[in-house]
């Protein structure tokens, strides 16, 4: 018997055998399969009706939401048109400090580590506070990256882009992905409407956790601010940056009027579920078939 769940994606590209590390994308031939898919077996409805179910105590087996995170440009080039073919609606959680920018942060850092030729035994990176030293051990590329993914994480995004940037020059490797850009503002307020609907997703992308609390609401209210300048609406739905949250990170989110929050604990739904910590279960690059299956999975059912 199936379960609820909300579905989490983010960049719909073609890799074309380029490294990706978090699994963070898929095919457009692989999401229209998916889709295909979901919508002849499942009831898709926006996560506002499934959260809405949930405060009622009863949520239907069949409900599927689809979400995606951080804001790719492809979004709207490839996912809209393919998520309108099939009357899907899906919600995007964006974050804003990225609109206009030519990469994120995350896939110029796993661009470095992961392509640069040679990768030299050890970064050493003095930024105003402190210096960080990075040792690359072995030939597991993406353990060294994410090795350093999880501190630099944590930085300031100032002396994040400034870590990365200097990395990248002292390996000779600039260049962005034109295929991974965020959208531009102009392309944000384009996706916006009728079968996507834009939430929150913080301005920076920091692991709130790390922060105060007055860091953690100026990181809230700054991107929902923006959004709803942007979009000419309230902004009532979020997704926390790579999941993380605590009691404290809660307590942000509900101050600010937020009536649905989304994490990435992979499961289904349940009606007792809290709305503002919902679980989603990210797709990985599958086919409609894969993805089926995979829902059925003892891993989230069992």
Same mark, same amino acid.
């Given at each position: 018997?199936?379960?609820?769940?909300i579905?989490?994606?983010?960049?719909?590209?073609?890799?074309?055998?380029?490294?990706? &590390?978090?699994?963070n994308?898929?095919? /457009?031939g692989? !999401?229209?399969?998916?889709?295909?898919?979901?919508?002849? #077996?499942r *009831? +898709?409805?926006?996560?506002?009706?499934?959260?809405?179910?949930?405060?009622?105590?009863?949520?239907?087996?069949?409900?599927?939401?689809?979400?995606?995170?951080?804001g790719?440009?492809?979004?709207?080039?490839?996912?809209?048109?393919?998520?309108?073919?099939?009357?899907?609606?899906?919600?995007?959680?964006?974050?804003?400090?990225?609109?206009?920018?030519?990469?994120?942060?995350?896939?110029?850092?796993?661009?470095i &580590?992961?392509?640069?030729?040679?990768? /030299?035994?050890? !970064?050493?990176i003095?930024?105003?506070?402190?210096?960080? #030293?990075f *040792? +690359?051990?072995?030939?597991?590329?993406?353990?060294t990256?994410?090795?350093?993914?999880?501190?630099?994480?944590?930085?300031?995004?100032?002396?994040?882009?400034?870590?990365i940037?200097?990395m990248?020059?002292?390996?000779?490797?600039?260049?962005?992905?034109?295929?991974?850009r965020p959208?531009?503002?102009?392309?944000?307020?384009?996706?916006?409407?009728?079968?996507?609907?834009?939430?929150a997703?913080t301005h920076?992308?920091?692991?709130?956790?790390?922060?105060?609390?007055?860091?953690q609401?100026?990181?809230?209210?700054?991107?929902?601010?923006?959004?709803?300048?942007?979009?000419?609406?309230?902004?009532?739905?979020?997704?926390?940056?790579?999941?993380?949250?605590?009691?404290?990170?809660?307590?942000?989110?509900?101050?600010?009027?937020?009536?649905l929050?989304?994490?990435?604990?992979?499961?289904?739904v349940?009606?007792?579920?809290?709305?503002?910590?919902?679980?989603?279960?990210?797709?990985g690059?599958?086919?409609?078939?894969?993805?089926?299956?995979s829902?059925?999975a003892?891993?989230?059912?069992g």
């Open positions: 018997m199936p379960l609820p769940i579905l989490m994606y983010h960049s719909v590209d073609d890799r074309n055998g380029r490294s990706d &590390v978090w699994g994308s898929v095919s /457009p692989n !999401f229209a399969s998916q889709i295909e898919a979901l919508v002849s #077996e *009831t +898709v409805v926006p996560v506002e009706e499934l959260t809405r179910c949930v405060r009622a105590g009863r949520v239907p087996g069949t409900y599927a939401a689809i979400t995606f995170d951080d790719y440009a492809n979004n709207l080039a490839f996912a809209k048109p393919i998520l309108e073919q099939y009357g899907a609606p899906a919600t995007l959680f964006l974050m804003t400090s990225t609109l206009d920018r030519p990469g994120f942060w995350w896939d110029r850092l796993e661009h &580590v992961l392509e640069a030729e040679p990768l /030299p035994a050890k !970064f050493c003095t930024l105003p506070d402190q210096t960080l #030293e *040792t +690359v051990e072995g030939d597991d590329r993406a353990q990256m994410i090795a350093i993914w999880r501190r630099v994480r944590l930085l300031d995004p100032d002396h994040r882009d400034m870590a940037a200097h990248g020059n002292m390996v000779g490797v600039q260049s962005e992905n034109p295929a991974l959208l531009t503002t102009r392309e944000a307020q384009q996706l916006d409407g009728g079968i996507f609907s834009v939430g997703h920076s992308h920091p692991s709130l956790p790390a922060l105060s609390p007055p860091e609401k100026r990181e809230i209210v700054d991107n929902m601010a923006i959004c709803e300048r942007l979009l000419n609406r309230p902004i009532t739905k979020f997704a926390y940056p790579f999941g993380d949250y605590d009691d404290r990170v809660r307590a942000s989110v509900a101050e600010t009027g937020l009536a929050a989304c994490t990435t604990v992979p499961r289904p349940q009606s007792g579920d809290d709305c503002l910590a919902l679980p989603r279960i990210q797709a690059n599958w086919t409609g078939d894969q993805l089926i299956r829902l059925g003892e891993t989230y059912y």
